[in-house]
């Protein structure tokens, strides 16, 4: 299990390499990440505004302490709601992005997928049809994270373990969710929809979440989103196409064939 999650990451690092190394992809990509990105950094900067707010209103409780427990408590709360805002932002910005850069990302995952040898079967799926499923995938996903993440939220304003093992927690349920979305564009090229992709990353389960935390923590980091989502999805091809049994290495050029032999004369 251990050594599949590192495989897991490992996929994030090759996508990173394989993004990098072709300037078009990088142009592609960057795109609909940087519009997000300003969405995503104004709607977080306006819950860093209103944290204390927020944190007194869900603390009401404690009005009536002594000043140094109450300040204590809409601390934990405060660190709580930024916690429960980044989780909820990482897991939406994966799916409002993807949304706005369809085109760019379903261009960057089939350059990836010609790569390595195309798709058997590939299905043949009018645009807006696409773009209809994967509205619904995204809003499904975004409300089971929703459900997952407000008892989380609960859970963080408890001392030490608010603080220590509910951000375990969070990373692998968002890495898990991350995996699910990131694979999406290469499962719908095969005519595959949310329930085929949970089906299937179950079985892999390990895989999927080295490769989804990885990508989960590198969301974290400033400005990490809207670099590293485009590598993000060549790595979600590639995860794609592991956990369907399809190559991931590139193939070998045949050998030239022998020079004939010249005859001596």
């Known amino acids: 299990m251990v050594a599949e999650f590192f495989a897991g990451v ?55 302490w002594s000043d140094g427990l109450r300040d204590a408590v809409q601390f934990l709360a405060a660190i709580a709601i930024l916690g429960l805002g980044g989780l909820v932002g990482v897991l939406t910005f994966t799916a409002v992005t993807l949304l706005i850069g369809d085109p760019f990302y379903e261009k960057i995952s089939g350059r990836i997928e010609e790569r390595f040898g195309g798709v058997p079967g590939e299905v043949e799926v009018p645009w807006w049809r696409s773009l209809r499923r994967s509205l619904w995938d995204s809003i499904r996903l975004i409300a089971l994270s ?84 485009p590598a993000a999805v060549a790595g979600g091809t590639l995860l794609a196409r592991k956990v369907l049994g399809l190559p991931i290495d590139a193939p070998v050029p045949a050998a030239a064939p022998p020079r004939a032999a010249i005859d001596n004369r």
């Open 10 to 64: 490992a996929l994030l690092g090759r996508g990173i390499g394989l993004y990098a190394r072709s300037p078009r992809l990088v142009i592609l990509g960057i795109i609909p990440a940087l519009i997000s990105g300003v969405l995503f950094i104004a709607a977080f900067a306006t819950l860093i505004y209103f944290v204390a707010d927020l944190a007194e209103l869900f603390t009401w409780f404690a009005d009536g």
């Open 146 to 229: 929703l459900a997952i993440g407000i008892p989380l939220f609960f859970l963080g304003l408890l001392p030490f373990i608010g603080q220590t093992v509910i951000p375990v927690i969070g990373a692998l349920i968002g890495g898990w969710f991350l995996a699910l979305e990131l694979v999406g564009v290469a499962f719908s090229r095969r005519g595959l929809r949310l329930p085929d992709r949970r089906r299937i990353l179950g079985a892999n389960r390990p895989l999927a979440l080295g490769f989804g935390v990885s990508v989960f923590c590198c969301f974290l980091i400033p400005l990490g989103a809207v670099l590293i989502m």
